[in-house]
């Protein structure tokens, strides 16, 4: 079945770098990002594993955890991680799923759910590029899902959490390209009435259903 926004995160129970993962215990009241790679020792994945471990210090400010997973055992994982730390400059520092199965795979339409396991090329698991925000609640927020071809913008990934946080808190809308600190906009199901008591120092009506105002703190 495939997974939609607002549908619940489903959950799972695997082996990880880090020991046994129960996820939704593991996401506990925190958010959190699952991202997902078509094979160890793929170059493209070696430099996002790497980069995303360089910004895991940002995700914990957003207490967000972060999870990584590919369709290798384990033991391939922590192989893979010594030459993400030595091409990278970064260690991997949070857990890595092993999904040799395909259970996560299949669980969360990331692949053809008539795949098998066992010895697969990246080419074979090709669709497996897929990241997952999930909230407290364990409801899938957004999807983002890549070609192998192309590295993953995981600054845009950080700037999405940031306006589904802020979403969540206040209930904004955030504009095209916007960046934490700039105006909002007020969404239509607010009305002006409503939105000059949210708002007392005011806002802008470019049209009626466009108002903006400067971001919530």
Request: with cysteine; aromatic share 8%.
């Amino acid at each position: 079945m495939a997974i939609r926004i607002g549908d619940e995160a489903p959950d799972f129970t695997v082996e990880s770098t880090e020991g046994p993962l129960h996820f939704h215990e593991w996401i506990g009241d925190k958010w959190a990002i699952l991202f997902s790679h078509p094979k160890d020792f793929t170059p493209v994945c070696t430099t996002e594993l790497g980069y995303m471990a360089g910004l895991k210090p940002e995700f914990d400010k957003r207490n967000t955890k972060i999870v990584g997973l590919s369709v290798d055992p384990v033991s391939n994982h922590q192989t893979w991680a010594k030459d993400i730390e030595e091409t990278q400059g970064h260690a991997v520092n949070y857990p890595m799923i092993g999904d040799e199965n395909l259970v996560v795979a299949k669980l969360y339409d990331m692949i053809h759910p008539n795949a098998s396991g066992g010895a697969r090329t990246a080419v074979d698991n090709a669709t497996v590029r897929s990241v997952f925000i999930i909230g407290p609640d364990k409801k899938v927020k957004a999807m983002l899902i890549y070609p192998m071809s192309a590295g993953r913008n995981f600054d845009e990934v950080l700037r999405l959490l940031d306006s589904l946080q802020l979403n969540a808190k206040h209930t904004v809308a955030t504009p095209v390209n916007w960046r934490p600190g700039e105006d909002v906009i007020i969404p239509t199901s607010v009305s002006d009435e409503d939105a000059r008591k949210k708002y007392p120092d005011g806002f802008k009506t470019v049209k009626p259903y466009l108002r903006t105002v400067a971001q919530p703190k």
